[in-house]
C-alpha cells in the first residue's frame, strides 16, 4: 500500500501504548498506528467501498454465468 506523512496529535498514554507495542511486535510506530486504525475501523462497521468492476471483469463474469448454464442444461 501507498503511503502518506501525515502530522498526528495524540495524547501522551496513547502515544505510549503506541510505542510499546509497536516495540513488542517489532515495528514502527507509523506501522503499529495504521494497523491499528485500520482494525478499530473494521471493528467500528466501517466497510471498504468496492471498486467499479473493469469492462473485462464483467465480460469475465457474463462468461462465467453463461459457462455455469450451459453446465447445468447439459446435466
Request: no cysteine; hydrophobic share 40%.
Amino acid at each position: 500500500m501507498a503511503t502518506r506523512k501525515v502530522t498526528l496529535s495524540l495524547d501522551s498514554g496513547a502515544l505510549e501504548f503506541a510505542e510499546r507495542a509497536a516495540k513488542a511486535h517489532g515495528i514502527s510506530v507509523s506501522s503499529w498506528l495504521s494497523k491499528a486504525a485500520r482494525r478499530e475501523a473494521v471493528r467500528t462497521g466501517y466497510t471498504p467501498q468496492r471498486a467499479p468492476a473493469t469492462p473485462s471483469a464483467e465480460s469475465d463474469e457474463a462468461e462465467l454465468t453463461a459457462a455455469e448454464k450451459d453446465l447445468r442444461a447439459q446435466g
